[in-house]
């Protein structure tokens, strides 16, 4: 396979260097807004999965860790670091990296950019130290009566708000880039799929300003009650749809992974495009999954959001589930990969971290993230599990096995690209998203077995020791537990593992900026222009890809029928 | 043109125009959860009678 793995100098200019390996125009403000986004993102992934690795031995009954008090603390400060400042970072590099980068545009108002970011660290920083105090121990959801500190809500606000002004710039940035002509006709599929994330984003924060700032003023004393149901409804609005960024973010990565790596094209851009827009229409609703065993909303309600309008949003995940694979097999195929079914899979640069981090990504959100989000927002499935353990193994699948392992193998190209400093240790860097990866699908998998078997969540003690009234898990509960406790070491060894490696590489990896300079994880020959062009792979024969895809189907339909299965024996109708 | 017609612009489709516009989508993504799931949700909650 051809690859690009030498590049050539460029003098800067006052505003644009264009870069030795893609070609791409990089506006330096832009460069420097990813640069810091990213190394924000990377530094509250540390902090948030050292303190999910303290949560992960806690509920290990064998080890339990942290006192109860800290428990809560660290299970609320995980909550926020990683489902909040370490994607919302990251999705914020993506935005920038999407819109100036891709379209080779200026970024608008960088000073509101700035501004953006520096709210962002403000809010988060604010948000942790409040958590620490120990006076804020609400966890992630923050559900009333519980009430924080007024610094815990302002400091979210004032994230969200920062948030919320870069993702106005990323928009500001698409309309300088048509006005002044950068691009011609559509935006490439990574850029609209950045737009999807962005869109989602918007209702995500505006639903975030509409519940925590009267829940702040109430924490002032301003306002006297918020009503839980209300605060639950409108909250998930955001909660939800906050993740649903990710899902955007991260398949537009997919996409752009796939295109860098092996040079591959969308298989259809109608067909990825429409289901970008289903995710648009759709893909917010499914916050009411979270709902549907509360007795105050109709089933209407619950049925409309989760069941009708959800399943077209899984419709749109199937389809990305389809045509990245799709277009991978596509694009082995023209690189000479064509003996049987699967020879394509078997020569993929399973050594490239990018490209095993993303693939990885691609099954284990399929596979574990989006069968399992079917079940839970099923109305009916939903009662086996909601409120179980099942839940944070359902969405480990999403955004830890998705989205987070996702994002890692994007920073194995931003690391180059963008900071130009070469990745080192690359033998370490090899096994890296094959060890998070593992431990990721671990946590995910056992978590949802103990949910099965009816452990709850946020629960610091599974045996009840101190409770009035006693209940005894079967044994398979406690070994899940411990397996889970297992899982979650490995994907932290992974996470650091990471973490040492972009730090090493941004401060001290060899230079890219310089002529002859090589990199050790190359590009592909045509990954640049895959990358920034529009354009359809056609209609290639697919025999691997129709393979994997109905193997998924079946899991899916068994595990489906498993669950039915398993609620009729609860659900005995007399 | 050589007969001084002008050039037949192509006609783009209304799916690609819609595509094609972020701030349509956007409109189309705020609007439609806002009312089926938050509008809609919160008129639910305020229907539910007050205990006495």
Same mark, same amino acid.
């Given at each position: ?125 604010? &948000? ?447 | ?29 705020? &609007? ?21």
């Amino acid at each position: 396979m051809a690859t690009i793995d030498s590049g050539f100098a460029t003098p800067d200019t006052s505003t644009y260097r264009t870069c030795g390996f893609t070609g791409l125009r990089v506006e330096r403000q832009a460069e420097l807004l990813i640069r810091v986004n990213a190394v924000a993102a990377v530094l509250f992934l540390a902090w948030g999965g050292l303190l999910g690795l303290s949560v992960a031995l806690t509920r290990w009954p064998a080890v339990q860790l942290l006192p109860a008090e800290w428990f809560y603390l660290a299970l609320t400060g995980h909550g926020a670091n990683v489902l909040l400042f370490w994607i919302l970072f990251f999705e914020m590099a993506v935005l920038h990296f999407a819109s100036a980068i891709i379209l080779g545009s200026r970024i608008a108002t960088p000073r509101f950019a700035w501004l953006g970011f520096i709210m962002m660290v403000a809010g988060a920083v604010m &948000t942790n130290y409040t958590v620490l105090r120990g006076d804020s121990s609400v966890m992630f959801t923050s559900y009333p009566p519980m009430m924080a500190s007024q610094w815990f809500y302002l400091g979210l606000i004032i994230f969200a708000v920062g948030a919320l002004v870069n993702v106005m710039v990323f928009f500001g940035t698409l309309v300088v880039a048509k006005n002044e002509g950068t691009y011609n006709g559509s935006v490439p599929l990574v850029t609209f799929g950045a737009i999807t994330a962005a869109i989602i984003a918007v209702f995500t924060l505006a639903s975030g300003a509409i519940i925590l700032i009267p829940t702040w003023l109430w924490s002032l004393g301003l306002i006297t009650e918020i009503d839980t149901l209300m605060y639950k409804v409108v909250w998930w609005g955001m909660g939800h749809a906050s993740q649903q960024i990710n899902v955007s973010a991260h398949i537009a990565i997919w996409y752009a992974i796939a295109a860098m790596c092996v040079g591959a094209k969308p298989l259809s851009e109608k067909v990825s495009r429409g289901a970008f827009l289903m995710y648009i229409l759709f893909l917010q609703l499914a916050s009411a999954h979270h709902l549907l065993a509360e007795p105050g909303l109709s089933s209407s309600w619950k049925i409309v959001n989760t069941s009708y309008m959800m399943y077209l949003a899984v419709m749109a995940s199937m389809i990305h589930g389809f045509t990245v694979p799709g277009a991978i097999e596509a694009a082995q195929r023209r690189n000479g990969y064509t003996r049987g079914a699967f020879e394509w899979l078997r020569k993929a640069p399973w050594g490239h971290p990018a490209f095993s981090g993303m693939f990885m990504s691609l099954v284990m959100f399929g596979f574990i993230g989006g069968i399992s989000g079917v079940i839970l927002g099923t109305e009916q499935l939903n009662v086996l599990m909601h409120n179980t353990i099942y839940v944070p193994g359902h969405f480990h699948g999403t955004v830890v096995a998705g989205t987070t392992l996702a994002f890692m193998a994007m920073t194995y190209f931003v690391v180059p690209l963008i900071f130009q400093r070469d990745i080192v240790w690359p033998g370490l860097a090899k096994l890296q998203p094959y060890l998070f990866g593992l431990g990721a699908a671990g946590i995910s998998v056992f978590m949802m077995g103990a949910g099965t078997l009816g452990v709850p969540r946020r629960q610091w003690d599974i045996s009840l020791s101190e409770a009035a009234l006693g209940y005894d898990f079967p044994s398979a509960a406690y070994l899940m537990m411990g397996l889970n406790g297992l899982s979650a070491i490995l994907a932290a060894l992974g996470g650091l593992l990471f973490i040492l490696i972009v730090v090493a590489s941004i401060l001290a990896g060899p230079r890219l900026d310089r002529p002859g300079a090589k990199m050790r994880f190359p590009l592909h020959q045509g990954g640049a222009e895959a990358v920034a062009a529009t354009g359809s792979e056609g209609s290639p024969k697919l025999p691997g890809t129709i393979i994997l895809v109905t193997i998924f189907f079946a899991a899916f339909v068994l595990y489906y029928f498993i669950n039915w299965k398993y609620l009729s024996e609860l659900w005995l109708f007399q | 043109m050589e007969n001084g017609e002008k050039p037949q612009l192509e006609r783009i489709p209304a799916m690609q125009q819609l595509l094609d516009n972020p701030f349509l989508l956007l409109f189309l993504g705020v &609007t439609l959860p806002t009312v089926l799931y938050l509008i809609w949700g919160i008129m639910e909650v305020a229907s539910v009678p007050v205990a006495h």
